[in-house]
């Protein structure tokens, strides 16, 4: 088992464009959330360059991005789903002690 990240490549004009996109984009955000699927999602940078979220399965966030007004209405230029092998911290999906 491993937790998967959704990375999104932002458009130039994302900051511009997400007033109108905002409301359904977080909806959505927090329905996968209340589902136990997105762990984690936010902005990266400042200013901000790109956006990042923690799904618990491929399939959860690869539905995500396609369902995501950010992605349909072209604020997201690209999208990728990597697994993240996780192994420190309560949540780790592959805990990994010492010794």
């Known amino acids: 088992m491993a937790h998967h990240l959704l990375f999104y490549e932002l458009a130039s004009d994302y900051l511009e464009r997400r007033p109108g996109f905002r409301d359904a984009h977080l909806a959505l955000a927090w329905a996968a959330s209340e589902r136990g699927e997105l762990l984690l999602g936010g902005a990266v940078g400042d200013p901000v360059e790109s956006a990042l979220l923690l799904f618990t399965h491929a399939d959860a966030a690869r539905a995500f991005a396609e ?6 209405e072209g604020l997201v230029a690209h999208w990728h789903v990597q697994p993240w092998n996780t192994v ?7 805990p990994v002690r010492p010794g």
């Open 67 to 72: 369902a995501d007004p950010y992605v349909i």
């Open 88 to 94: 420190v911290g309560a949540e780790a999906a592959n």
